[in-house]
């Protein structure tokens, strides 16, 4: 690790000697001092990671390390408190006269301490380097020539696929455990079992095994009900209850009726639900006998035929859940199908591998997969090891390298926990030194947390931790660190979920940490001191004196309250004034239903905070604002404009005023403004508020919009990349077509016509900017808008040739709220077929002619909902080779459609089918029987006529569907 953040602290620095040269023109070249021996110090870490059992080479690396940092901090405090002078000096007027004799003053103390301060790490150094002769610490640059071209040619990833390649799911060796409980949970007898478990150690597969049985077509077809919730170690009883409603009550409508609920309605809503319904429910990696006895009273014994599936590494919790139940317990790997699982991952078929070793590649790979014990984490993490290894000799290294940490004492046999964790922490040692502190960073997430990558990426960015030096020619920043995402979803360190259209921005959804992936990464973090997690429980006081003051060196702090109790006189930040010059990062996060009341106390401490990168408070809740105090003193948010350093802020679901303050972030690169309530703007400074932050690369607008007499302006953010939210009726839409830069736009429009109108003009200017190049995703949301005055409608303004005269600007995703009755006319418009429309959603379109014609003709459609009145008519009609892209359908709210046809050929890679409220539908399509790619058919409150004879006569449709849910039958 240590290697990385020296690799980390050397580009950073060099990055502001290019940026900001003239900044730190007086001291620059002490700068490029310290940074050469900071590289010639890369050159010996090598050798001391591989020695690191020896405590005396840990302790130097350890002051590597925080060399590495403290010349970090000397120089940002340096520069910090140049760009403070910069600003006064530059205010101007006879007035300031006196002021900027104060600067010049200031800037000789400053200077002078800076040359003091860099004299001491100096000596620090020459102390470091002698420890590195005395300890016989080689240095790997000796006849290798310079120390710098040495470490760009070991920081450089090797990029072994130049794109995201969703991989197979590995299930090897469990197959007749998943047949046996499937059976076991769908006996309907007096004697079957009300709750099945699977129990082992951490590794064991117990929740990839409740997976597949969770998916498979015989428990689809056998429960109308269906939930999964992941307990884990730290849990909350409303929580818990909630997620499990959700899932049994998929209606959305239902969904902000169960998020009000309180504890004791949302058990007695539970219980009712499983009075008229057949449910199973798996409870996954639950932990203890108390989150059992939070539970149990939402599941009543007697007459109800759920079913439970529980997950624990704690046989005595399963037994406790219920004495006589089943418990599985999955059997270790014996040693062909451990072969067979490292096969899979390690030895993918590609251009890449060295075919002729093979068979030696066999032979080693059987031995490696030995020391792994039959655990299937385990393997898959060392297949991840060898994967990017495709050659023999490689492999021979990792095989000799295991041999040589069994000698030294770390290895295997004392117990299979004990094995594990080598394993992992091999995967971990074997990383490029760019990946370590992306993989550790991940453990700041709360447990079994799906991270969204987008947010990942750029908390990435702005901590530093992605390198410059690894982008390749036009790429973006955010693809270098996607690139980082997929090497370590690549080497199963990661687990990710994939984005569904092709053509998406991202290839990556989302990503978690397996558990014991997350435990390493949080124990190598805190060892390392890479970041500190707080995470106040339900009925927990914390208080000011709660500091970190015992651990000094922390740079990053994460805040988690689940429901804390916070006194008046509390703070979340547990920080103080003695941390600022180390503090990097602070993520301060509530659940958004239960968010916490953060004291006052906080706008006096986050001001301490000079060289803070990244700040971000999500659901909590400051303090109750209105109209009036917006502006008061009471409002951390005016502070904010101290932190000049910050690359990222995030106010997502919180109650916080950031305007004016936010003028002065000059470095900021991604700002969320998806705050809990409207925004308000002061008159003076509503329109150029963003003008200063030409380092902007995204910028997500509230959804609620902002209250204000003038617009907003865009002027000046040349760099930027990603604007969501962007409604015309508060932004300047004449700023979009300057934006050269913009990769992802998502347009809103509510309630105004004329709004509509002025949208799809600008979307004409931007199709006429030549230098509008780089736009790669357009989303566009119409809500409630009066579409049927005079003049054209906004589709037939959409598919002009003015909006399809440059390739990249094609809408991607489409919905519209209200009346579009010119769709049919569309048929033979020759756009249509050059359309990108990957996702449509229509609600109260009235169209009274048959809109599947037009929409069929969409070659690149995949998603397609038709909502609440959308189409008037009888009767749907889908011809034999429409929509070929299809994957996703949901027809909801018809109430006059009786029949639909479909002509065999249609909706070939259809995967999913949700049909809702569609009161008159008789019965489905003949032809869903030649639908071959149907995985999932969801039937949600339908007549029980169109129930029982799909479930009876019409059986046949679908009865090649493995997941076929019917519920709330009307």
Not at 9 to 23: A, C, F, K, M, S
Not at 247 to 254: I, M, Q, S
Not at 393 to 413: F, H
Not at 619 to 635: A, D, E, L, W, Y
């Amino acid at each position: 690790m240590a290697e990385a953040i020296v690799s980390i602290v050397v580009e950073r620095i060099g990055d502001l000697l290019i940026q900001e040269p003239q900044l730190l023109d007086g001291v620059s070249d002490h700068i490029e001092q310290v940074v050469v021996k900071l590289r010639w110090m890369l050159t010996f870490l090598r050798d001391a990671d591989s020695r690191m059992d020896e405590h005396k080479v840990e302790i130097l690396v350890a002051q590597v390390r925080e060399l590495a940092y403290d010349v970090e901090d000397i120089v940002e405090r340096f520069l910090i408190k140049a760009l403070s002078s910069e600003r006064q000096r530059t205010q101007g007027g006879m007035k300031n006269v006196v002021k900027r004799s104060v600067c010049v003053l200031d800037e000789y103390v400053y200077q002078h301490e800076f040359n003091r301060e860099i004299k001491r790490v100096q000596t620090s150094m020459s102390v470091v380097f002698t420890s590195f002769n005395n300890y016989g610490i080689a240095s790997t640059s000796q006849g290798q020539g310079s120390s710098s071209s040495l470490e760009k040619k070991q920081c450089k990833l090797k990029r072994f696929y130049s794109h995201v390649v969703v991989e197979p799911e590995f299930f090897v060796g469990f197959e007749s455990d998943v047949e046996r409980l499937v059976r076991t949970l769908v006996d309907a007898s007096n004697g079957s079992y009300p709750v099945v478990s699977i129990c082992g150690m951490g590794g064991l597969g117990k929740t990839t095994l409740a997976r597949k049985i969770y998916h498979h077509s015989t428990i689809r077809t056998h429960f109308a009900g269906l939930a999964w919730v992941s307990v884990s170690r730290k849990w909350q009883r409303k929580d818990l209850l909630r997620r499990i409603l959700i899932d049994l009550v998929p209606d959305k409508e239902k969904r902000d009726e169960i998020l009000k609920m309180d504890e004791e309605m949302l058990q007695e809503y539970l219980v009712e639900i499983q009075q008229t319904k057949i449910c199973l429910v798996v409870l996954d990696d639950i932990w203890s006998c108390e989150a059992w006895d939070c539970l149990k009273g939402a599941f009543p014994t007697g007459n109800y035929q759920t079913k439970l599936m529980i997950t624990s590494r704690n046989v005595e919790v399963a037994k406790y859940v219920n004495p006589t139940q089943l418990i599985h317990h999955p059997q270790l790997l014996d040693a062909e199908h451990s072969w067979e699982l490292l096969r899979l991952k390690a030895l993918p078929k590609g251009d890449h591998l060295d075919v002729s070793s093979i068979e030696e590649m066999e032979e080693l790979g059987r031995k490696l997969v030995a020391e792994c014990a039959g655990l299937p984490l385990a393997i898959v993490v060392l297949g991840g090891i060898l994967v990017t290894k495709p050659s023999f000799i490689e492999w021979e290294k990792v095989y000799y390298d295991s041999l040589s940490t069994l000698k030294k004492g770390k290895g295997l046999g004392e117990a299979h926990q004990r094995e594990v964790f080598h394993i992992l922490n091999w995967s971990y040692s074997d990383l490029p030194p760019q990946l370590k502190p992306c993989f550790l960073y991940m453990g700041k997430f709360r447990e079994d947390e799906e991270i969204e990558a987008e947010t990942l990426y750029q908390l990435w960015i702005a901590e530093g931790i992605v390198l410059s030096s690894d982008k390749r020619d036009a790429e973006t920043m955010m693809e270098v660190a996607e690139s980082y995402l997929a090497e370590l979803v690549h080497k199963s360190m990661v687990q990710a979920n994939f984005e569904e259209v092709e053509s998406s921005l991202r290839k990556f959804k989302s990503c978690r940490l397996h558990d014991l992936m997350r435990d390493m990464s949080i124990s190598q973090a805190e060892h390392e001191q890479f970041f500190k997690v707080v995470d106040i429980g339900k009925g927990n006081n914390y208080y000011l004196d709660k500091s970190l003051d015992t651990l000094p060196g922390t740079r990053r702090f994460v805040n988690y309250f689940n429901g804390g109790n916070l006194s008046d006189k509390a703070t979340p930040l547990h920080l103080n004034k003695a941390n600022s010059k180390h503090l990097r990062s602070i993520l301060c996060i509530d659940d958004y239903q239960n968010a916490s009341l953060v004291a006052s106390t906080f706008r006096s401490h986050i001001a301490h905070f000079k060289l803070l990168r990244v700040l971000a408070l999500e659901g909590v809740k400051i303090v109750k604002q209105t109209v009036s105090v917006h502006f008061s003193r009471s409002n951390p948010g005016d502070v904010l404009g101290n932190l000049f350093y910050l690359r990222y802020l995030s106010v997502r679901e919180t109650e916080i005023l950031i305007f004016p303050s936010i003028q002065r972030l000059e470095l900021l690169q991604t700002i969320k403004l998806q705050t809990a309530g409207k925004m308000y703007l002061q008159p003076r400074m509503s329109r150029n508020i963003l003008r200063n932050l030409g380092q902007l690369r995204h910028l997500y607008l509230p959804l609620f919009g902002v209250q204000s007499k003038s617009k907003l302006r865009f002027e000046g953010l040349q760099n930027l990349e990603t604007l969501e939210n962007f409604d015309p009726s508060w932004c300047e839409g004449k700023d979009l077509s300057k934006l050269a830069n913009l990769r992802k736009l998502t347009l809103r429009v509510e309630r105004k016509y004329d709004d509509t109108e002025k949208m799809t003009r600008y979307l004409t200017d931007i199709a006429s900017a030549s230098s509008f190049s780089h736009l790669r995703y357009l989303s566009l949301y119409i809500m409630k808008c009066d579409l049927k005055r005079n003049g054209p409608s906004v589709l037939r303004q959409l598919f002009s040739d003015h909006c399809f005269n440059t390739d990249p600007l094609l809408v991607h995703r489409l919905f519209i709220y209200g009346a579009i009755p010119e769709l049919p006319m569309l048929y033979n418009h020759p756009n249509l077929f050059s359309s990108r429309i990957t996702t449509l959603a229509l609600w109260y379109s009235q169209l009274n002619e048959d809109p599947m014609p037009v929409l069929e003709k969409v070659p690149t459609l995949r998603n397609l909902r038709l909502d609440k009145n959308s189409f008037l008519g009888k009767e749907m009609v889908c011809s034999g080779t429409g929509f070929p892209q299809l994957t996703s359908l949901a027809l909801w709210n018809l109430d006059n459609v009786e029949k639909w046809r479909v002509c065999q050929g249609c909706m070939s890679n259809l995967s999913c089918l949700e049909i809702g409220r569609c009161c008159k539908l008789v019965e489905l399509p003949e032809e869903i029987r030649f639908f071959n790619a149907l995985q999932e058919l969801e039937l949600l409150d339908m007549p029980a006529e169109f129930c029982r004879r799909l479930q009876g006569p019409d059986f046949y449709k679908v009865s090649h569907v493995s997941s076929i849910r019917i519920e709330d039958v009307i």
